[in-house]
């Protein structure tokens, strides 16, 4: 049996007909609170987070983000996965988070990674249904589930010393980990310094001072596309550098 994990719903439409069985990661744990001591916990704070900030109902977190992972976890132990997930650090998060769950919670050890092409590393939307089948076939198997599990758990608990250590320590094959890691690193706020994205878009504004936002998002993806954050969550950052 087959399975295909995709990083949102756009690559789900895009590939539509080209596999059967598809799970979608629809979380967005790079935002918001993850420090939880079991899963009920974390769902229960990501869904409070995500519904007070993104709105929707709670409800509908659970059916639609919550019932996918449900479904990762309840594979049978000779199921081949794919997991499709880029470079940037949005990506990058959910792609730890779902090994830590494929660790933890399954049997499952025949599990393949797909990435963008060297072009497209933090977009497979900007990439066409050939170019993904490519990337497909250019899969390669996970042979440490182990070491992106752990970035989770590093990340889970804010242990800011392991993922430098690791950022630092990486294999060359592994090098767009190492840059995910040091972009959450850098975005962490020190002293007078916000983090990156906030000054960026702090910059930006400067630069742009009567810019709606929609300028503003465009020059954010500019200059930051290896954050991969979504118009939502800059906008939340924009407005509150605003008040």
């Given amino acids: 049996m087959t399975y295909h994990v995709f990083n949102?719903?756009?690559?789900?439409?895009?590939?539509?007909?080209?596999?059967?069985?598809?799970?979608?990661a629809r979380e967005c744990l790079v935002d918001g609170p993850v420090a939880a001591t079991n899963l009920e916990m974390l769902w229960g704070e990501r869904a409070a987070f995500l519904t007070k900030n993104y709105g929707g109902e709670?409800?509908?977190y659970f059916d639609k983000v919550v019932s996918e992972f449900d479904q990762l976890m309840n594979l049978p132990a000779d199921t081949k996965l794919y997991l499709w997930f880029e470079d940037d650090l949005?990506?990058?998060v959910n792609?730890?988070?779902?090994?830590?769950?494929?660790?933890?919670?399954?049997?499952?050890?025949?599990?393949?990674?797909?990435?963008?092409?060297?072009?497209h590393r933090y977009g497979f939307g900007w990439m066409s249904k050939d170019a993904l089948m490519t990337s497909f076939s250019n899969a390669e198997i996970i042979n440490d589930l182990d070491f992106f599990a752990d970035l989770w758990?590093?990340?889970?608990?804010?242990?800011?010393?392991?993922?430098?250590?690791?950022?630092?320590?990486?294999?060359?094959?592994?090098?767009?980990?190492?840059?995910?890691?040091s972009a959450h690193l850098d975005r962490i706020p020190k002293e007078d310094n916000p983090g990156k994205p906030q000054q960026a878009i702090i910059e930006i504004m400067q630069?742009?001072?009567?810019?709606?936002?929609?300028?503003?998002?465009?020059?954010?993806?500019?200059?930051?596309?290896?954050?991969?954050?979504?118009?939502?969550?800059?906008?939340?950052?924009?407005?509150?550098?605003?008040?």
């Fill in 58 to 60: 709670i409800n509908s």
């Fill in 153 to 181: 758990l590093a990340y889970q608990s804010n242990d800011l010393e392991y993922l430098s250590a690791k950022a630092k320590s990486i294999k060359p094959a592994f090098q767009f980990v190492a840059e995910a890691i």
């Fill in 8 to 24: 949102g719903d756009a690559l789900k439409e895009q590939l539509a007909g080209e596999f059967d069985k598809v799970i979608v």
């Fill in 95 to 119: 792609f730890w988070f779902v090994c830590h769950l494929l660790v933890s919670k399954t049997n499952c050890r025949e599990v393949y990674y797909v990435r963008p092409d060297k072009d």
């Fill in 207 to 243: 630069e742009f001072p009567e810019a709606e936002f929609g300028k503003v998002f465009q020059e954010f993806c500019k200059r930051l596309p290896h954050y991969g954050f979504g118009d939502v969550m800059v906008k939340r950052m924009w407005e509150r550098l605003r008040a």
């Fill in 90 to 92: 949005f990506c990058q």
